[in-house]
């Protein structure tokens, strides 16, 4: 069994920034694509940013140059937001190994339990 949690939200004001992070752990882990997805009240989740196993990123319009996901080498990885704005405010999930479909948009095999992010 795999497990993610999410830590790093919290409250900021807009102009701000947060990072998130997200634990993997579980015998059954791999290192395989992940990625970042948000979802606000009354609104369908989205991706936000993707990490492939060969390094790759993909990014949802909003986030393109003012959020970056990482990881590092102890399979813990990252969303760093800046110039956070009120309508970043959400719900924000990690997800791992994406089994079908673009990092975005596709199906993962694992998800966490989410960390709020509220910007006013």
């Known amino acids: 069994h795999v497990q993610l949690v999410e830590s790093g939200g919290g409250s900021v004001q807009a102009g701000g920034s947060l990072r998130l992070s997200c634990a993997a752990s579980?015998?059954?882990?791999?290192?395989?694509?992940m990625g970042w997805f948000r979802q606000a009240p009354g609104k369908e989740r989205e991706g936000v940013a993707g990490?492939?196993?060969?390094?790759?990123t993909s990014y949802a319009e909003f986030a393109e140059g003012r959020f970056t996901i990482s990881k590092d080498s102890k399979n813990t990885f990252y969303l760093q937001m800046n110039q956070l704005k009120p309508e970043d405010s959400a719900m924000y999930y990690c997800?791992?190994?994406?089994?079908?479909?673009?990092?975005?948009?596709?199906?993962?095999?694992?998800w966490g339990q989410g960390t709020q992010v509220t910007v006013s």
């Open positions: 997800a791992a190994e994406l089994v079908f479909g673009h990092p975005l948009r596709g199906t993962y095999n694992y």
């Open positions: 579980g015998s059954a882990y791999r290192s395989y694509c």
């Open positions: 990490l492939g196993d060969d390094g790759s």
